[in-house]
């Protein structure tokens, strides 16, 4: 009996070893042996979309060369002018927040900005068209001093997460805007820069308002927003609309109709004069022949009395 005991344990422990190798291999597994889950296959009707970056971003930053460091206003909005890279967008910024943007032309750029009172710390960012950011212009700090005597909280503030927006032309173009302070209603006054008449809009209460425009044709406009409260406080703000698609082009034809039919028009008094020429220039040589000799007959007359 005390046989059979010592033999059935010389093979427990040899079992009893294995399960726990084999336990040991299964849980502590090494992690590369994880395959990934595989990527599905596209639905039918899906697709695939893929951007590349053509270009790097704007390397040299704007420079705000007016208003200068440290300068005081009683006067809200004021210019705002500096050196920038030609075809860049130009967002100029006022204490962080985007107070207008206009598209840099021959080198400079130029807009108008309200002021928060007291201090402000203007900055400019240039844009690419794939809204890449450029590095971040010298800070020009300004102070503005409210001589109405505002009472704390009631100056206006317009501002947007966009200075530039874009829609294809003949589709409404929307614009966000967030309005702040000052006492409603409010009243609204839209420039879109394509020629129509400024758009009027009343707000009741600030917060998020949208403001929307169809442009007819392709371009690039420049937008001026007026807003003012109920107690004449006013807030503006300036942005760059781009409406896509293909140069409008129709009045190209009337304007050579109209070129070809003032040719036509001008060749006919031109060939009058031309016909008339000869005639003129002998009428005119034998007027002037009559006088001289008409001349010289006095003076010989003249003589011969003395």
Same mark, same amino acid.
């Given at each position: 009996?005390?046989?059979?005991?010592?033999?059935?344990?010389?093979?427990?422990?040899?079992?009893?070893?294995?399960?726990?190798?084999?336990?040991?291999?299964?849980?502590?597994?090494?992690?590369?042996?994880?395959?990934?889950?595989?990527?599905?296959?596209?639905?039918?009707?899906?697709?695939?979309?893929?951007?590349?970056?053509?270009?790097?971003?704007?390397?040299?930053?704007?420079?705000?060369?007016?208003?200068?460091?440290?300068?005081?206003?009683?006067?809200?909005?004021?210019?705002?002018?500096?050196?920038?890279?030609?075809?860049?967008?130009?967002?100029?910024?006022?204490?962080?927040?985007? #107070?207008?943007?206009?598209?840099?032309?021959?080198?400079?750029?130029?807009?108008?900005?309200?002021?928060?009172?007291?201090?402000?710390?203007?900055?400019?960012?240039?844009?690419?068209?794939?809204?890449?950011?450029?590095?971040?212009?010298?800070?020009?700090?300004?102070?503005?001093?409210?001589?109405?005597?505002? #009472?704390?909280?009631?100056?206006?503030?317009?501002?947007?997460?966009?200075?530039?927006?874009?829609?294809?032309?003949?589709?409404?173009?929307?614009?966000?805007?967030?309005?702040?302070?000052?006492?409603?209603?409010?009243?609204?006054?839209?420039?879109?820069?394509?020629?129509?008449?400024?758009?009027?809009?009343?707000?009741?209460?600030?917060?998020?308002?949208?403001?929307?425009?169809?442009?007819?044709?392709?371009?690039?406009?420049?937008?001026?927003?007026?807003?003012?409260?109920?107690?004449?406080?006013?807030?503006?703000?300036?942005?760059?609309?781009?409406?896509?698609?293909?140069?409008?082009?129709?009045?190209?034809?009337?304007?050579?109709?109209?070129? #070809?039919?003032?040719?036509?028009?001008?060749?006919?008094?031109?060939?009058?004069?031309?016909?008339?020429?000869?005639?003129?220039?002998?009428?005119?040589?034998?007027?002037?022949?009559?006088?001289?000799?008409?001349?010289?007959?006095?003076?010989?007359?003249?003589?011969?009395?003395?």
């Amino acid at each position: 009996m005390i046989n059979k005991i010592r033999h059935s344990a010389q093979w427990v422990f040899p079992v009893m070893i294995g399960m726990l190798l084999l336990a040991l291999f299964v849980f502590i597994k090494p992690t590369s042996a994880i395959s990934q889950i595989p990527i599905p296959d596209p639905k039918p009707g899906s697709y695939g979309l893929e951007a590349t970056k053509l270009q790097a971003p704007p390397t040299d930053a704007a420079t705000i060369t007016t208003p200068g460091n440290g300068a005081s206003f009683t006067t809200s909005p004021t210019a705002v002018t500096g050196i920038c890279t030609t075809g860049l967008l130009v967002q100029v910024y006022d204490n962080g927040v985007m #107070a207008g943007s206009v598209i840099c032309a021959s080198g400079s750029f130029t807009m108008q900005i309200s002021l928060f009172a007291g201090t402000n710390e203007l900055s400019a960012i240039v844009y690419d068209d794939l809204e890449q950011a450029g590095p971040t212009s010298n800070i020009a700090t300004v102070t503005y001093t409210d001589t109405h005597f505002t #009472a704390f909280g009631a100056l206006v503030t317009l501002t947007s997460s966009y200075g530039r927006r874009s829609a294809p032309a003949g589709s409404e173009l929307s614009w966000p805007l967030q309005l702040s302070g000052g006492a409603g209603p409010y009243a609204f006054s839209i420039d879109w820069g394509d020629g129509t008449p400024s758009e009027l809009k009343s707000q009741s209460l600030a917060g998020l308002i949208t403001i929307a425009h169809t442009y007819k044709k392709a371009g690039i406009y420049q937008v001026n927003i007026k807003v003012t409260d109920v107690n004449g406080v006013s807030a503006f703000l300036q942005v760059v609309a781009v409406s896509s698609g293909q140069v409008d082009s129709t009045a190209a034809p009337t304007d050579k109709t109209n070129t #070809a039919a003032a040719t036509k028009i001008l060749w006919i008094p031109a060939v009058v004069a031309l016909v008339l020429l000869a005639p003129t220039y002998w009428l005119g040589r034998r007027s002037q022949i009559v006088s001289l000799r008409n001349k010289m007959l006095k003076e010989r007359d003249s003589l011969e009395e003395k």
